[in-house]
T-cell receptor
Framework: GAVVSQHPSRVICKSGTSVKIECRSLDFQATTMFWYRQFPKQSLMLMATSNEGSKATYEQGVEKDKFLINHASLTLSTLTVTSAHPEDSSFYIC????????????FGSGTQLSVL | GENVEQHPSTLSVQEGDSAVIKCTYSDSASNYFPWYKQELGKRPQLIIDIRSNVGEKKDQRIAVTLNKTAKHFSLHITETQPEDSAVYFCAAHFTGTYKYIFGTGTRLKVLA
């Protein structure tokens, strides 16, 4: 149980375009999902907390107009990187708390974004 | 603010030896502390976790200890094997904001 699916796994796009990343909880409901960003050989940096039916909460320094988050249902959260620039190239990974006590954090498989 | 520090950043051990990774957290109200193993290009996998009402937890070769007073928790891997080589992350669940904040990671290399 507690499977989180993330798509696409890899995307290459041109500067200025927008990219949408989907994160789905397959066998449980997730009122909250977390979006992290990971640069090579670095840690998981929390970007924002996605809340079903309400606005996302962004971490300090993360532009909410650039990284649009939508959590329209209990099983789906999306992250859209708008007007992508090469410096947005990174590994983006979503996660959702689940399990018996709803504490264990389960991760999607991640999306490697490369902006040319 | 919410912060988790992790040491060491890299660790090399001989196969069969033990490895210890240490973390400290900033918020005394944190109540849940998971450890993740991440292989290159893959998602982090939960390997063990501990709640604040427990001082130690063990699962075969892996154990975690928690010192609430000092706000420290540690991962212990015994009888290390080459397949244990990966990056390990600690994390703390901050109850006030509901966030999970991760440590900076430890790159473990087990030498055969």
């Amino acid at each position: 149980g507690a499977v989180v699916s993330q798509h696409p796994s890899r995307v290459i796009c041109k500067s200025g375009t927008s990219v949408k990343i989907e994160c789905r909880s397959l066998d449980f409901q997730a009122t909250t999902m977390f979006w992290y960003r990971q640069f090579p050989k670095q840690s998981l940096m929390l970007m924002a907390t996605s809340n079903e039916g309400s606005k996302a909460t962004y971490e300090q320094g993360v532009e909410k107009d650039k990284f649009l988050i939508n959590h329209a249902s209990l099983t789906l959260s999306t992250l859209t990187v708008t007007s992508a620039h090469p410096e947005d190239s990174s590994f983006y990974i979503c996660s959702a708390p689940g399990g018996e006590t709803n504490e264990k954090l389960f991760f999607g498989s991640g999306t490697q974004l490369s902006v040319l | 603010g919410e912060n988790v520090e992790q040491h060491p950043s890299t660790l090399s051990v001989q196969e069969g030896d033990s490895a210890v990774i240490k973390c400290t957290y900033s918020d005394s109200a944190s109540n849940y502390f998971p450890w993740y193993k991440q292989e290159l290009g893959k998602r982090p996998q939960l390997i063990i976790d501990i709640r604040s009402n427990v001082g130690e937890k063990k699962d075969q070769r892996i154990a975690v200890t928690l010192n609430k007073t000092a706000k420290h928790f540690s991962l212990h891997i015994t009888e290390t094997q080459p397949e244990d080589s990966a990056v390990y992350f600690c994390a703390a669940h901050f109850t006030g904001t509901y966030k999970y904040i991760f440590g900076t990671g430890t790159r473990l290399k087990v030498l055969a």
